[in-house]
């Protein structure tokens, strides 16, 4: 009997930085709330399938050259492609579960220190978009991410950047639970569910809306 009939489903956001894991974790909470009695759907950003994703995808691969705020406002237009699914599917009952979002969005803008690329300049476009009910940051100290053999080849993978996108993000440490990647798959998995078992409560049991950014 899934759970979720007859009430919106909950969004649920997991953030972190490069090798935390968040696709594994993604994948676990995923199959826990599905075995809990939960409908799902999960999600990735970016998403590299629609047009605009392919081109955020030739970018990261360094195959396409972009303006700092263009590539920016790709990554928000892809996130708005979705929002009316997104939207229609809590409303329908189904839980998401999405792999990075506007947190993300914001902070590996910034972190290129473009004097003319401010935080807020890149909360912009993302104001408007729903809102998750919950965000866990799933943190992991740059030694911890080169033990785990390192960063890949992709534009952002770099150590310097990988640094200041976790301070910025921890600008953001009041709109997000933040959960030590550090540990081992079960202890992070546990720790997650710890952290939206309310949430989870609150938006079943009717007592939250879907909010907009
Ligand atoms: P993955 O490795 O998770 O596929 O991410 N990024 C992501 C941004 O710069 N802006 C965004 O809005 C989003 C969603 C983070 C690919 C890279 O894209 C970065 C890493």
């Known amino acids: 009997e899934p759970k979720t009939i007859g009430q919106r489903g909950a969004f649920i956001v997991i953030e972190g930085l490069d090798r935390a894991g968040k ?11 599905y075995s809990q009695g939960h409908n799902i759907k999960t999600l990735r950003f970016p998403d590299r399938t629609s047009p605009i ?29 979705k929002a ?15 792999d990075r979002y506007y947190h993300s969005g914001m902070v590996y803008s910034a972190a290129k ?20 009910d919950a965000v866990i940051f799933l943190d992991l100290e740059p030694e911890e991410a080169e033990k785990r053999g390192g960063y890949g080849d992709e534009k952002y993978e770099k150590k310097e950047m990988q640094q200041r996108v976790r301070e910025l993000f921890y600008t953001f440490e009041s709109d997000m639970k933040v959960v030590n990647a550090g540990e081992s798959l079960e202890i992070v998995g546990d720790h997650i569910l710890e952290k939206i078992e309310e949430t ?14």
């Open 113 to 132: 220190h473009n004097p003319n690329l401010s935080l807020d300049w890149a909360r912009a476009p993302d104001v408007g978009l729903p809102k998750p």
């Open 53 to 81: 994703g392919k081109m955020i995808d030739s970018y990261l691969q360094s195959q396409t050259e972009m303006d700092d705020h263009v590539i920016h406002l790709l990554f928000s237009a892809n996130r708005w492609e």
């Open 23 to 33: 696709t594994t974790q993604v994948k676990r909470l995923c199959d826990k709330l």
């Open 84 to 98: 009316k699914w997104m939207e229609e599917t809590l409303k329908k009952g189904c839980t998401i579960v999405c």
């Open 200 to 213: 989870l409560k609150d938006v079943l049991e009717g007592r939250s809306r879907v909010g907009k950014f």
